[in-house]
């Protein structure tokens, strides 16, 4: 499918700053929303090659300072709990770098069951369960169970979502 001209030069074009502050794992804080960060990050590498002008930038949620209007230069960074600012490129995942190391980057549910971090799919193509799947070596009584929970199949993420296709019409600009 070509890609939709007005979505590239936009979406390539304009400075996105995308500042969060870290609530995934406070009582009764926001449920793994960070990945949204990187759902954005993702779709924009699918529709312009890079993601170059988007900056992330995290803190925790009771932080003071950080992020500042006046800083020349932005580029991915974190600010540590004690608030000593860390610049790296933020990367997804749990561990792997002192940023997702304070702040992990929990996976939604669909990515959890197979889905890309860009989160683009809201209604998927099914496919036959295939035992072969699983990691796990399933009794005969788990696999009748599974195939009775999903008689219609699971999500075969690599296809294109049902109905799924490129916006149409012009995206909205702002003077």
Known sequence: MPRDVRWTTWASSTPIID????????????IHLFFHSFSLRER?????????NQVMLVQAADAPGGFSTTNPVLTDACWSPTNQK??????????????NTYYPVWPSPRQVAGASVANDIIKCRLRPLTRSDYKVKLTSAQWKALRQTFRGGVCDWSAQ????QRPAGSWPTFP
């Open 161 to 164: 979502g049902v109905g799924q």
């Open 86 to 99: 860390i610049v790296e490129k933020q990367v997804n995942g749990i561990g792997t770098t002192k940023c």
């Open 44 to 52: 924009l590498r699918k529709a312009n090659g890079d993601a170059d």
């Open 19 to 30: 500042y969060r502050q870290y609530w995934d794992e406070l009582p009764n804080g926001d």
